[in-house]
């Protein structure tokens, strides 16, 4: 099973069900002289048995560009900082996994899981196993664009875990008051993660929506 990395707020924001979509920018970038680009999963676009994903089209022709990590109907685990410590004598369990909010999970450690002794210091998100997971999300849909293009889609920002601050519309422009705040908040987000003045560059990503799944409903999948 694969796994993804979100901010801690952001997996907060997955859990309470206010985020359902994440952007991830697309490496390589297709090529500046490209005459188009587009995306397999686009409506009305047909490509006979064609890979999903990214297609360019040059002075050359039509070529297969890359494919998303995840793909539609995948469930992928949420990577979270963590650490394992022994557990309590009278649980009947080996170890648990302590997460950042202080939530702890047991395991009885029956497959050989854990090499002991063990660490009890904090661990990055990126080495959390699948088996250690408590959250994860199913794709239901995949497709390639502009970053920038968020901002023109129906509660783009809110569906990447914004929450307005103030409704109401301006007596200037008829648009909404927080019409400036989620733009300001999605780019500062983006830049934190992607190096300042990354957002401005506007640069193809792929756009994954999903669903926030049960830890129970994925239990077996793992």
Do not use: C
Request: hydrophobic share 40%; aromatic share 14%.
């Amino acid at each position: 099973m694969k796994g993804i990395l979100f901010k801690p707020d952001m997996i907060k924001a997955i859990v309470e069900g206010g985020k359902t979509v994440t952007r991830r920018t697309i490496n390589p970038q297709p090529p500046d002289d490209a005459i188009d680009v587009f995306s397999w999963f686009e409506p009305g676009i047909i490509l006979d048995k064609a890979p999903e994903g990214l297609w360019v089209e040059d002075k050359n022709g039509l070529k297969f560009w890359g494919k998303p990590r995840y793909q539609v109907g995948e469930v992928v685990y949420i990577k979270e900082a963590h650490r394992f410590v022994q557990a309590n004598a009278d649980s009947n369990s080996d170890f648990a996994v302590v997460y950042p909010d202080g939530e702890l999970k047991f395991w009885r450690d029956n497959g050989d899981t854990m090499n002991y002794p063990i660490d009890e210091k904090r661990r990055s998100p990126l080495f959390m196993p699948a088996w250690a997971a408590r959250y994860f999300i199913k794709i239901t849909d995949v497709r390639a664009e502009r970053l920038q293009e968020i901002e023109n889609e129906p509660d783009g920002f809110v569906k990447e875990g914004y929450i307005p601050l103030m409704i109401g519309k301006s007596a200037i422009d008829g648009k909404p008051f927080e019409a400036s705040l989620d733009f300001a908040w999605y780019e500062n987000l983006w830049d934190i993660i992607n190096g300042e003045g990354d957002y401005a560059l506007n640069k193809w990503v792929w756009r994954y929506e999903f669903n926030f799944e049960s830890p129970s409903g994925v239990e077996e999948k793992r």
